[in-house]
């Protein structure tokens, strides 16, 4: 994940600021922003996991791809049908398609790679290749 320096100008915007209260988000709700699941990203010297909570959705939906230095999970969080004798009270849960793409920070054993989705929770372990490891350096005295 690359840093990106703070712009104090960027943080206080009132046309952003009135947008939220007066725009067209504020009177049609499916233009908000796509839904983005939640996701951690650990490193240790061995490798690098990153888990993603991805309730609702079936396997089928997801996909997921390593390429160029970058790890990206795809899918689709999908709405229930709906029925004709339902009433709906409230709805504040998101669906849509997703996509979050992250920069790897070292090189990968792309053969290794390996996805585990279960309950909800997808676990993606990326191991770093040889050349990416620590090495211990033995310091001779003369």
Known sequence: MALVRWQPKESFDL??????????????????????PSVDVAETDEEISVVAE???????????????????????????????DKRVHRAERSYGAFSRRFQLPAEIETESI?????????????????????????????
């Not at 989705?117 to 090495?135: C, I, M, Q």
């Open 15 to 36: 046309d952003r600021l009135f947008d939220g209260f007066w725009g067209p988000k504020a009177y049609f709700p499916e233009l908000q922003a796509a839904w983005a």
């Open 54 to 84: 991805l309730p609702s959705i079936v396997k089928e939906d997801v996909d997921v791809s390593v390429a160029d230095g970058f790890l990206t999970i795809k899918g689709e969080k999908k709405r229930e049908s709906e029925t004709e």
């Open 114 to 142: 390996s996805a585990v989705y279960n309950d909800g929770v997808l676990t993606v372990t990326l191991p770093k290749a040889e050349a990416a490891k620590p090495k211990q350096i033995e310091v001779k005295v003369s």
